[in-house]
């Protein structure tokens, strides 16, 4: 690949900026930590998908009952 | 309110879920609408640059894009728990909406992550490798992808307080979209729209004002500073300006699709015409409020006790009283009962129809169903009518303050202003404007405020009330990840503010 070849061009645009980062370092491993928060331990084990848990596959007739029992 | 709940549902999971999206929207409106405002200034700065070539603003164009950056950092991904709480604690809700949401959120996810990463990857990281007029257009469209963004979100809350373009399928239990353009383009999603980003303009320009004050309090920084200072007052007065012509076609929307909101704003009970538009209690604007709601003078507005008990508009259209509309929704549950028992005992079609006509008919108040007592409609007037004044009040302080600050930075008047120079103001000049930096956040957040607590009991405007999207979960676990949420974005905003301080006191590198 030629150093006139786009792609190259694109990919030396993020590895060069990427490797000549500051405060961008301190700022992306913000970013890491805080999607590996909300991804992996949030997501996991604080927000389950509730209707996929109790309905097991029968969301309809799930959410049907729930909207017509609580009907004044 | 919350005393009418019905069967297992715990009166706690409501009020905690509740307060746990509150939380969540209220810490992820504090970095989003510096994003968006940070956008024009960043962007303004630079087409300086390459007007005039002059390294000086090629040095403020990096400092801010620095500033957008850290800010930019710590807002990526903090809207995505409010989808995380609609699957956890609002399934119902969630399953009842999901066709509609769907196509808006996965557009505003997909123009996100290319747009973003694309253009702010050449803005911080192009500078010598891109050409300058390149360089200048993936700025713009870093902003442009983050408004965008704030498009499609808007979108699907304008849908929430005006739900169009869709048809509720009783087999599916799920609202699906019928037109797109009409969800896209709903009048009330561009109102919200533009409301909502020429405020977010203001407050990237107050944050722009206070920060070149604060280098001038110092005396350090002079010329980006002053220079800075005209931009960020400039594009601050006209965001403000913008936002009062938004504000008023909002609020004529509002008027027209949700009058109990109107009324809850300005602790109105009993409506008329020539209604006069509170500015405090005791003190009103004649005709105000008519003026507002319709653009007209004697227009009609209804006050909470005429939507409660009914009442007709001046061109004669009929609204029924809240009583009737329980009766229908009443009627319309029933008939989707009805419909899906006699479905699953393989009735014929004509029973099925019978249903389904009964249905349709009352669908439009279906969430009243789920009323007992027609009090339960009116949202908490007192948070509804302050919040709404301090947006306003705000707003209007702001539309002052820019255009002082323009004056004294152009020196325009000269009899007035022509002898003030702005980089020799007595400090507590520049302590004002610094100190009204968090005020324009208060304005911003109350302004939500008002959108979202005008609405109760409605999480989709006359089609489902809170206790009925609720999920049937523990309050003790949502009071839990609360608290979790209140730690984990108290620490996000603390090390923002730091790392951001750290960055103006470093100002501007070239």
């Known amino acids: ?72 | 309110m919350l005393q009418n709940l019905i069967l297992n549902i715990d009166a706690g999971t409501i009020d905690w879920s509740r307060a746990q999206f509150a939380l969540t929207a209220i810490y992820h409106w504090l970095f989003v609408p510096l994003t968006l405002g940070l956008a024009v200034i960043m962007g303004i700065v630079e087409t300086k640059y390459y007007l005039t070539k002059d390294e000086f603003w090629k040095t403020a164009a990096k400092f801010w894009q620095r500033l957008f950056g850290i800010n930019f950092a710590m807002g990526v991904a903090t809207g995505i728990i409010l989808e995380f709480e609609f699957g956890t604690n609002w399934s119902n809700y969630s399953w009842f909406v999901g066709d509609i949401f769907g196509a808006p959120l996965a557009i505003e996810g997909i123009v996100a992550f290319f747009m973003e990463s694309t253009f702010v990857a050449v803005m911080f990281f192009g500078w010598k490798k891109v050409s300058a007029g390149f360089h200048l257009a993936s700025t713009w469209l870093t902003g442009l992808g983050a408004t965008i963004s704030a498009w499609w979100i808007l979108v699907a809350n304008a849908w929430m307080q005006y739900p169009v373009g869709c048809a509720f399928n009783p087999d599916t239990m799920r609202n699906e979209m019928v037109s797109f353009t009409d969800v896209a383009l709903s009048p009330f999603a561009i109102s919200k729209f533009c409301h909502t980003v020429t405020s977010a303009w203001i407050i990237g320009a107050i944050f722009c004002v206070g920060v070149c004050c604060w280098y001038l309090l110092k005396k350090q920084h002079t010329r980006l500073a002053v220079e800075s200072m005209k931009i960020g007052a400039a594009v601050g007065l006209v965001a403000s300006l913008l936002a009062g012509g938004t504000g008023h076609k909002s609020g004529m929307d509002v008027a027209e699709v949700q009058p109990m909101k109107l009324a809850a704003m300005e602790a109105l009970y009993d409506g008329g015409t020539e209604v006069g538009l509170k500015l405090v209690e005791g003190i009103e604007v004649p005709y105000g409020l008519s003026i507002m709601a319709t653009n007209d003078p004697k227009g009609y507005v209804p006050g909470i006790n005429d939507i409660l008990n009914g009442y007709t508009t001046n061109d004669g259209k009929v609204e029924p009283s809240v009583e009737e509309k329980m009766a229908r929704g009443r009627q319309a549950i029933e008939a989707l009962a009805a419909y899906r028992k006699a479905k699953a005992m393989g009735a014929d079609e004509a029973t099925l129809n019978a249903q389904l006509t009964i249905l349709n008919a009352n669908m439009q108040y279906f969430g009243y169903g789920y009323i007992q007592d027609k009090n339960d409609v009116v949202p908490p007037v007192a948070i509804n009518f302050w919040a709404f004044r301090v947006m306003v009040g705000v707003g209007c302080l702001f539309i002052l303050f820019f255009a002082v600050i323009l004056a004294v930075s152009y020196r325009w008047p000269k009899f007035l202003f022509g002898k003030r120079d702005i980089t020799a103001l007595p400090a507590w000049h520049y302590w004002v404007a610094i100190l009204l930096i968090p005020l324009g956040y208060i304005g911003s957040e109350c302004g939500w405020l008002v959108a979202e607590f005008g609405r109760q009991p409605w999480t989709i405007q006359d089609m489902l009330p809170t206790w009925a999207s609720v999920s049937d979960i523990q309050a003790s676990n949502v009071a839990f990840t609360f608290f979790l949420f209140l730690i984990l974005f108290t620490t996000m905003l603390v090390v923002e503010i730091s790392i951001l301080l750290k960055q103006i006191k470093k100002g501007p590198q070239s």
């Open chain 1, 1 to 72: 690949m030629t150093k006139n070849n786009f792609l190259y061009k694109v990919y030396h645009l993020y590895y060069d900026g990427f490797r000549s980062m500051k405060l961008g370092r301190t700022l992306w491993a913000i970013i890491l930590i805080k999607l590996f928060v909300i991804f992996v331990v949030l997501k996991l084990f604080f927000f389950p998908n509730f209707l996929k848990q109790h309905a097991k596959g029968h969301e309809a007739e799930y959410v049907a009952k729930e909207l017509i029992e609580r009907k004044n």
